[in-house]
């Protein structure tokens, strides 16, 4: 698992292994013209590289993911932001794009520390009990309090003529 964000921006067709690729990634995008298909049962093939896996981890209906893997059927992008394959749809692509290198530059802005805190906790918490999830939280937040980052966050904060705290790149 990449420790850093992954943003996936899709525009026109998200097919078979186009759709293994962004079942990896942390937040989806697609343009309105997108569509989404599970083709390999067209096939004679059984999708191989995490759709099945991952799937449905992200859109949470096992009906829906039969669905759309055993009938190979194209999900549109109102669709898949309506299920959360995706999080938002853009008119354009160049729309897209922007949003997509705007919400990373805002992600690069956060504490690097906390971005991949924030990211590694949230995966360990899909796999493991709230509790397990909050003993993992805790046991990290103890030992990177000691980061630099928090006492940058904690500065900038107090002084509220002051810019954003600075961190080091992501």
Not at 7 to 15: D, E, L, P
Not at 20 to 44: H, P, S
Not at 131 to 153: F, H, I, R, T, W
């Amino acid at each position: 698992t990449c420790p850093k964000p992954i943003i996936g921006a899709i525009h026109s067709a998200c097919i078979g292994g186009g759709v293994d690729l962004i079942c990896g990634t942390d937040i989806r995008m697609c343009t309105q013209d997108t569509w989404f298909q599970v083709k390999e049962v067209d096939m004679g093939l059984t999708a191989d590289v995490g759709t099945l896996q991952r799937l449905p981890r992200i859109i949470g209906s096992q009906s829906l993911v039969n669905d759309l893997c055993l009938t190979a059927r194209k999900m549109y992008s109102e669709e898949a932001e309506r299920c959360g394959l995706v999080s938002k749809v853009f008119d354009t692509r160049e729309a897209m794009l922007e949003g997509a290198l705007s919400m990373a530059s805002t992600i690069a802005s956060k504490s690097p520390v906390a971005v991949q805190g924030t990211k590694q906790s949230i995966i360990y918490s899909r796999e493991h009990t709230v509790q397990e999830g909050l003993d993992q939280v805790a046991m990290y937040n103890m030992v990177m309090l000691q980061s630099e980052d928090l006492m940058k966050s904690a500065m900038s904060a107090m002084d509220k003529e002051a810019p954003p705290a600075e961190f080091a790149k992501l």
